[in-house]
C-alpha cells in the first residue's frame, strides 16, 4: 500500500471533489446528498483510486476504480471509514449495498438486517444488534401496563401498529393512534427516533406520548437506527427518484414484517396522505405488501377542519409565519402547550431559517 495515501476529501476541494463524482459515476454511483465526511485513496500521481463517505451512523458512497480493483482498497476504505466512526463515538455502523457486494461486506464483519431482492441489502457491524432490538421491544411489550391489561382480559389478543415521524403530533396525528387503538386490543406506536426533522426526536416522541396519554392499550416504541426517513434514504446506486421511494419503502416493510412476528401484529394502520406524492407511493407498496404477506392494512382517511385536510407540514408553515394562535385548530393541547413554551423557542427559530418546510 506504499503507492497509496488516504486523506479527507473536504467540500471545498474542487478538485477532490470532481475526481471523486467521477469515480462514482464511472462505477454507477451518483453522490448521496446526505454525506458529512468522505474520504479519498489516492495513488502517487493524486490521482483518486477509491473513495468512501459517512452520514451520521452510516457508510456510504464506496467505490474502487476499475483499473484498481483486485488489489484490496475497498478494504482499506471501509477500515477508515470505521476508525473515523468510531473515533467520534459511533460505534453502531449501519451500511446499504448491492445484492451481488453483499458478501464482500459480510466477509468485512457486517451482517445482514433485511434485503429487497435484486435492489439492496441493509446490513449492521453488530451481529446481534437488529435481534436485541426486537428483545428490547418484547421487554417493552411486555412490561406495559396495556398489555399486562388487555392479555388478562383477551385470548387471542389482537394487536396493530402506527409508525409516524409526528414532526410535530398534530390532531391528524391523534385521529389515526385513536381510530387505530379502537380496533384492536393493543397498538404498538412506533416514533422515528433518526434526528434529522425540524423537531427533534426527543421533543416529537414526548408530544406523541402526550397526545396519547388518553388511550389505555398504546405501548410506545422508538424505530432506533432500523426504520429511516425518506430524506437520508440512500439513492446513490438506485436509478431514479421512484426506484428510490418503492426500494426504502419495501425495505422498511421487510423490517416491519420482522418486527411484527416477534410482536404478533397483524394490522398496520397508515393515515391518507394526499399531499405528499412520496408517502402516497410508500402507502400504496405498504397496502401491496402486507396485504400479500395476510396482514391487514387500514388507510385511515385523514382529519380535516375548516380549512382542509390537517398536516404536519401545514403546521410547521404556519409556525415559520408566526400564526402560532393558530395552530389550536390543528394540534392537540399538549403540542399546542409546548410551542407557546420558551422551551419551543430553539425549534421555531430552526422552523423558520428553514428554506422549506413542506415535504412532497
Known amino acids: 500500500m506504499s503507492e497509496y495515501h488516504i486523506s ?4 471545498s476541494s474542487r478538485r477532490e471533489v470532481m475526481q471523486m463524482d467521477a469515480l462514482l459515476e464511472k462505477e454507477g454511483i451518483r453522490r448521496d446528498k446526505n454525506l458529512d465526511y468522505s474520504a479519498g485513496l489516492f495513488d502517487e500521481d493524486y490521482e483518486l483510486a477509491a473513495t468512501g463517505s459517512c452520514f451520521q451512523n452510516t457508510l456510504r458512497c464506496m467505490a ?18 470505521m476508525d473515523y466512526q468510531y473515533e467520534r463515538g ?9 445484492c451481488n457486494t453483499a458478501k464482500f461486506f459480510s466477509d468485512l464483519g457486517f ?8 435492489t439492496l441489502v441493509f446490513m449492521e457491524n453488530r ?13 417493552e411489550t411486555e412490561e406495559s401496563m396495556a398489555f399486562q391489561a388487555a392479555a388478562a382480559l ?13 414532526n410535530p403530533f398534530t390532531l391528524g396525528h391523534q385521529c389515526l393512534v385513536e381510530t387505530a387503538a379502537s380496533r384492536c386490543h393493543i397498538l404498538h406506536v412506533f416514533v422515528v427516533s433518526e434526528d434529522v426533522s425540524l423537531v427533534p426526536f426527543e421533543v416529537r416522541k414526548n408530544l406523541v406520548r402526550e397526545g396519547c396519554a388518553h388511550l389505555n392499550n398504546v405501548i410506545f416504541h422508538e424505530t432506533g437506527s432500523y426504520m429511516i426517513s425518506n430524506a437520508t434514504f440512500p439513492s446513490y446506486f438506485l436509478k431514479d427518484d421512484h426506484t428510490v421511494i418503492r426500494s426504502h419503502a419495501r425495505l422498511d416493510l421487510e423490517i416491519f414484517k420482522k418486527i411484527a412476528a416477534s410482536l404478533g401484529i397483524t394490522m398496520r394502520f397508515a393515515g391518507e396522505e394526499p399531499f405528499s406524492q412520496v408517502t402516497g407511493i410508500y402507502n400504496q407498496v405498504m397496502e ?7 396482514m391487514e392494512f387500514h388507510m385511515i ?4 377542519n375548516e380549512s382542509g385536510a390537517i398536516s404536519a407540514s401545514k403546521v410547521r408553515q404556519m409556525i415559520k409565519e408566526g400564526c402560532l394562535a393558530a395552530l389550536k385548530d390543528y394540534v392537540p393541547e399538549s403540542t399546542y402547550r409546548f410551542f407557546v413554551s420558551d422551551q419551543a423557542l430553539p425549534i421555531i427559530q430552526a422552523i423558520k431559517e428553514a428554506q422549506d418546510v413542506v415535504h412532497y
Open 8 to 11: 479527507q476529501i473536504r467540500p
Open 64 to 81: 474502487v476504480d476499475s483499473a484498481h480493483q483486485g488489489e484490496g482498497l475497498m478494504n482499506v476504505i471501509v477500515s477508515h471509514l
Open 90 to 98: 459511533i460505534m453502531d455502523l449501519f451500511l446499504y449495498t448491492k
Open 111 to 118: 451482517y445482514e438486517i433485511a434485503r429487497v431482492n435484486r
Open 127 to 139: 451481529k446481534t444488534g437488529f435481534s436485541d432490538y426486537l428483545a428490547r421491544l418484547k421487554k
Open 154 to 166: 383477551q385470548s387471542p389478543l389482537v394487536s396493530g401498529a402506527v409508525i409516524m415521524n409526528a
Open 288 to 294: 401491496e405488501e402486507l396485504t400479500y404477506e395476510g
Open 301 to 304: 382517511p385523514r382529519r380535516a
